[in-house]
Protein backbone atom coordinates (compact mmCIF):
# COMPACT_ATOMS: atom_id res chain seq x y z
CA UNK A 1 0.00 0.00 0.00
CA UNK A 2 1.91 3.17 -0.48
CA UNK A 3 0.35 6.80 0.36
CA UNK A 4 1.49 9.89 -1.50
CA UNK A 5 0.74 12.98 0.52
CA UNK A 6 0.75 16.24 -1.79
CA UNK A 7 0.32 17.84 1.31
CA UNK A 8 3.36 18.75 4.06
CA UNK A 9 0.92 20.05 6.98
CA UNK A 10 -1.65 17.46 6.64
CA UNK A 11 0.92 14.73 6.81
CA UNK A 12 2.48 16.68 9.84
CA UNK A 13 -1.19 16.80 11.18
CA UNK A 14 -1.44 12.67 10.58
CA UNK A 15 1.79 11.95 12.24
CA UNK A 16 1.37 14.13 15.25
CA UNK A 17 -2.37 12.39 16.19
CA UNK A 18 -0.42 9.19 15.50
CA UNK A 19 1.99 10.23 18.49
CA UNK A 20 -0.40 12.06 20.56
CA UNK A 21 -2.29 8.92 20.58
CA UNK A 22 0.59 6.21 21.20
CA UNK A 23 1.87 8.58 23.87
CA UNK A 24 -1.36 8.42 25.45
CA UNK A 25 -2.07 5.00 25.51
CA UNK A 26 1.74 4.73 27.33
CA UNK A 27 0.88 7.11 29.90
CA UNK A 28 -2.21 5.50 30.62
CA UNK A 29 -0.21 2.27 31.52
CA UNK A 30 2.01 4.21 33.35
CA UNK A 31 -0.68 5.77 35.61
CA UNK A 32 -1.94 2.02 35.92
CA UNK A 33 1.32 0.75 36.88
CA UNK A 34 1.18 3.86 39.56
CA UNK A 35 -2.01 3.27 41.35
CA UNK A 36 -2.30 1.64 44.85
CA UNK A 37 -3.51 -1.73 45.05
CA UNK A 38 -6.24 -2.47 47.50
CA UNK A 39 -6.75 -5.96 48.78
CA UNK A 40 -10.37 -7.22 48.75
CA UNK A 41 -10.04 -6.71 52.99
CA UNK A 42 -8.93 -3.03 53.08
CA UNK A 43 -12.14 -2.21 50.14
CA UNK A 44 -14.65 -3.54 52.84
CA UNK A 45 -13.00 -1.54 55.37
CA UNK A 46 -13.20 1.56 53.39
CA UNK A 47 -16.43 0.59 52.39
CA UNK A 48 -17.74 0.33 55.70
CA UNK A 49 -15.98 3.60 56.99
CA UNK A 50 -17.04 5.72 53.83
CA UNK A 51 -19.79 3.82 52.36
CA UNK A 52 -19.61 1.98 48.78
CA UNK A 53 -18.23 4.14 45.79
CA UNK A 54 -20.41 5.24 43.28
CA UNK A 55 -21.41 3.25 40.66
CA UNK A 56 -20.99 5.98 37.80
CA UNK A 57 -17.70 4.87 35.85
CA UNK A 58 -16.56 6.73 33.47
CA UNK A 59 -13.58 3.96 32.09
CA UNK A 60 -11.99 1.13 33.70
CA UNK A 61 -9.28 -0.15 32.49
CA UNK A 62 -7.33 -3.15 33.53
CA UNK A 63 -3.40 -3.52 33.18
CA UNK A 64 -2.45 -6.76 31.90
CA UNK A 65 1.21 -7.63 32.27
Do not use: C, H
Not at 1 to 14: D, G, V
Not at 18 to 35: C, G, N, P, S
Not at 39 to 64: C, F, H, N, W
Amino acid sequence: MKLEFNNEAKLRQIVKEAVRDALEEEFLKLRLLFAPYVSDEEQEEIEKSYGEPSKEVARTLILEE
